[in-house]
């Protein structure tokens, strides 16, 4: 009886799920340490360039009109060495949804008309 040729393994919604879940995951610890050092409940991170294989690195942005040039340093202490953002930018006012959560979306938008 012959072997039927290997198949690829097929994605499925649990595979994209979990996937996804563990990129917030570490999305949102980047965030916690983020917000614990800076004093603004304000800040998204977002994962930036957008490469092949996933983010090239991570960029906060954190609504807060003081920059904090110690920011990196205290985040640094926290974080291991691949998880600590790129940049950081501070914003007056970061754009936010129709039901006033912060927009990632537009976020995202905006460092791609930049690049």
């Known amino acids: 009886m012959p072997r039927k040729p290997r198949q690829p393994p097929q994605r499925t919604k649990w ?3 979990y996937k996804l879940a563990a990129k917030l995951e570490w999305v949102g610890e980047i965030e916690a340490v983020v917000r614990k050092h800076c004093g603004s409940d304000a800040v998204v991170a977002v994962g930036w360039p957008s490469t092949a294989s996933g983010y090239g690195g991570v960029e906060v942005f954190i609504e807060s009109q003081v920059e904090n040039h110690h920011l990196r340093d205290a985040v640094r202490s926290d974080l291991p060495e691949y998880m600590v953002p790129r940049r950081f930018h501070f914003r007056d006012k970061l754009p936010r ?3 006033g959560k912060l927009d990632r979306t537009a976020i995202s938008k905006s460092l791609d008309e930049k690049a």
């Open 97 to 99: 949804n129709p039901n």
């Open 15 to 17: 595979h994209v799920y």
